[in-house]
């Protein structure tokens, strides 16, 4: 067993083994299928922390993580440190400049209430609760990407922990290629400490969710499919299938029911986008329909994502393109009627501002899909393991003729147990560049990233 001893005396941060008091509390994560057990989790509350840590692991070559809210995880963590950001939560507005930076534990809600009283807003994920930092390293498709691009699009600099245990920055002209590599290539070069991302002014926006009834799942899958096809490029949409367990503390229209919830999201007008709109509601009549004028503080009810944690597994990836022989295809799977242990099948619609990079380049894969996929379900017991990653594998095998041939990394849920799926969450080149400089910057692999 290594001697942490050294450690503690270098830092101020609480550095726990399995036998201390926090060490299992520290370590939780999101999805609380996964129990990490590594040597140490140190409680970083700086980027000085980050540094002790990385000096000390690599003098002891120790291989480092890092966990935030911990949203992506997809294997327990067994070796090595893990350095935990989720102390790592201020945020700072420039309103003069239209700039957040924030720590790499704090999560989306925090930045957008921080921006709101300045007339303000981040470009976001879909749920308040994600991580930011994290997000933004893989690139990110919100809830406003068709009218904005990817939220990576946006950053501005990183603060980030080298292998040499250097603190530096990366933005367009100091470490100009790091800072390429960070927006979209997720990791292997050392742990960001804190992001400063640009701001924009959302005056006005349009958007919520519509909740359809199990009988019309079909006739608005397929309206909404058609509607894709014509959609101005100012509109982002969403759906998802939707399955609730029957629960008391649910409201009886969810409760035990199955439904679609369509997700549109129009930054303008209220007339403009109750006209856009018009078509989506036309389609069936509505259990729910909550699209309205709405501020920034409301982007996360857009999609409505459960913030709690729980037990997960996703299967995701992006599509080359949507016909109705795919939703005839995801229909038979998971539509009205079918025994399916997902709780949720989701499809967003991309292109417009997602596929233009920005005038320097990043490293964000999936520009080229026009939309994404992802499969959820929820490992509540030992039983429903086998069930949940069967349905999943349905899932990839029936939208596998329009799969997509590149992905997005954080969508790309089986890409950390397979070699061919990690190398396909970027453009040939932009993933030989990323290999290419993780062995620049980490040339004794510190920082694991990707298949073993």
């Not at 990490?36 to 000390?56: G, K, L, M, Q």
């Not at 742990?191 to 002014?201: G, S, W």
């Not at 040939?428 to 910057?441: K, M, Q, S, V, W």
């Amino acid at each position: 067993m290594t001697d942490f001893t050294p450690l503690r005396e270098a830092t101020t941060a609480a550095v726990l083994t399995p036998c201390d008091d926090g060490y299992a509390a520290e370590l939780l994560s999101n999805n609380l299928f996964w129990q990490h057990t590594p040597e140490a989790v140190v409680a970083v509350t700086s980027a000085a922390d980050i540094a002790e840590v990385v000096r000390f692991a690599a003098a002891a070559a120790l291989p480092i993580r890092v966990l935030a809210t911990g949203h992506g995880d997809e294997s327990a963590i067994t070796d090595g440190i893990v350095i935990s950001t989720k102390h790592l939560t201020d945020v700072t507005v420039d309103p003069a400049a239209t700039t957040a930076t924030f720590g790499s534990g704090a999560r989306w809600a925090s930045i957008v209430a921080a921006a709101a009283p300045h007339g303000l807003a981040p470009v976001t994920g879909a749920a308040s609760g994600v991580g930011a930092v994290g997000y933004l390293l893989g690139g990110g498709f919100g809830p406003l990407a068709r009218s904005h691009g990817m939220s990576s699009d946006y950053v501005t600099s990183f603060t980030i922990v080298t292998a040499d245990a250097d603190i530096v920055e990366a933005n367009a002209t100091t470490n100009p290629d790091l800072f390429w590599a960070l927006r979209g290539g997720k990791g292997g070069f050392g742990v960001v400490a804190q992001a400063t991302i640009r701001l924009v002014e959302l005056p006005e926006l349009f958007a919520g969710n519509i909740l359809f009834a199990e009988e019309h799942i079909e006739t608005v899958l397929r309206g909404w499919a058609d509607y894709t096809a014509v959609a101005p490029a100012s509109v982002t949409t969403s759906v998802a299938i939707q399955r609730f367990p029957p629960l008391p503390e649910l409201p009886p229209f969810l409760s035990g029911k199955t439904l679609l919830a369509l997700r549109f999201a129009f930054p303008g007008n209220t007339e403009q986008g109750a006209e856009l709109a018009a078509p989506l509601r036309a389609l069936a009549p509505s259990v729910v329909d909550s699209v309205r004028p709405m501020t920034p503080l409301e982007v996360p009810s857009i999609h409505n994502d459960p913030t709690d944690p729980a037990p997960v597994t996703g299967f995701g990836g992006l599509l080359a393109n949507l016909d109705q022989n795919l939703v005839t295809a995801l229909l038979d799977l998971a539509g009205a009627g079918q025994e399916f242990s997902l709780v949720s099948v989701e499809l967003r619609q991309l292109g417009a501002a997602v596929a233009v990079d920005v005038a320097e380049g990043s490293a964000a894969g999936g520009r080229s899909g026009e939309f994404t996929f992802t499969g959820v379900g929820i490992l509540a017991s030992p039983d429903l393991v086998s069930a949940v990653r069967a349905d999943g594998a349905k899932l990839l095998s029936a939208l596998g003729p329009w799969i997509s041939p590149q992905t997005n990394i954080n969508f790309a849920t089986t890409s950390f147990r397979d070699q061919a799926q990690f190398a396909a969450a970027w453009p040939p080149a932009t993933f030989e560049r990323l290999a290419a400089l993780r062995t620049e910057y980490d040339p004794a692999a510190l920082f694991p990233f990707g298949p073993a």
